[in-house]
């Protein structure tokens, strides 16, 4: 599976949000870096086909992702920011709620409710309402829905902003877990979380890539004007151009 970015620019109005954004994913889990305003949102809302790019093309195997339609969303999770949840409802509940909108047949969704639940930890507490979880609780509900039917790419928007520490280190050993054979993609500007988690990263700022390659690939380039890099001193360094 590959899906690929091929020029993608979004304006809205006079204001360019994404300029020719070009990249091809290959399963891995892959790190959009970058401030607020970078476009990170808005590439993951042309992603989602949520929003339609001004010009260019997101394919799917070489198939435009918006022809394809309900095949593609059938195909992508998407874990927003927000802890936007039901609270009254008890998780099982919620997800039986999820299983109906992604249209999974009513024979399977038993089975694959009970799995998601346990991948992401909470099945002693699967019939408690949401509104009593704690942060990270709420992370992994998130992160349930999004991965609830198998889809085969999984897009996460700032993951673990709000967490504590521990938390963190919970969340991300979780998203290693649930993310083989899958393309993952995880917005964030918390560059530790990535320097544990990515294959490769890209940093984005004004709506074009500044810079991107695998860690190993980063650090040695870097290497030669930087003194002991990492990630975290890289896109300090890009982010202040």
């Not at 339609?69 to 802890?83: D, K, N």
């Not at 992994?140 to 673990?160: F, H, K, S």
């Not at 500007?189 to 700022?205: M, T």
Request: hydrophobic fraction near 40%; aromatic fraction near 8%; charge should be negative.
């Amino acid at each position: 599976m590959i899906l690929e970015a091929k020029n993608v620019t979004k304006c809205y109005g006079k204001k360019t949000a994404l300029t020719e954004f070009s990249y091809s994913f290959h399963p891995g889990i892959y790190g959009l870096l970058g401030p607020n305003g970078a476009g990170k949102s808005t590439l993951m809302g042309v992603m989602t086909t949520n929003l339609k790019a001004t010009s260019g093309q997101m394919l799917l195997d070489g198939c435009d992702i918006r022809e394809l339609g309900r095949e593609y969303r059938r195909c992508i999770g998407y874990m927003p920011q927000q802890q936007k949840l039901y609270d009254g409802f008890p998780f099982v509940r919620f997800l039986y709620y999820i299983a109906a909108l992604k249209g999974i047949k009513k024979a399977d969704a038993a089975a694959e409710i009970e799995k998601t639940i346990r991948d992401v930890n909470l099945w002693e507490a699967k019939d408690d309402p949401i509104g009593t979880y704690s942060g990270g609780m709420r992370q992994r509900a998130l992160l349930a829905q999004a991965i609830l039917g198998n889809p085969q790419i999984v897009i996460m928007d700032e993951p673990t902003v709000g967490l504590d520490p521990k938390e963190r280190v919970n969340f991300r050993e979780l998203v290693s877990k649930i993310a083989a054979d899958r393309i993952v993609i995880i917005a964030t500007h918390i560059v530790s979380d990535l320097e544990k988690l990515a294959s490769e990263i890209i940093f984005l700022n004004h709506g074009h890539i500044i810079e991107s390659g695998t860690m190993d690939e980063l650090i040695a380039k870097y290497r030669e004007t930087m003194e002991d890099p990492t990630i975290e001193k890289i896109y300090m360094s890009l982010e202040s151009e």
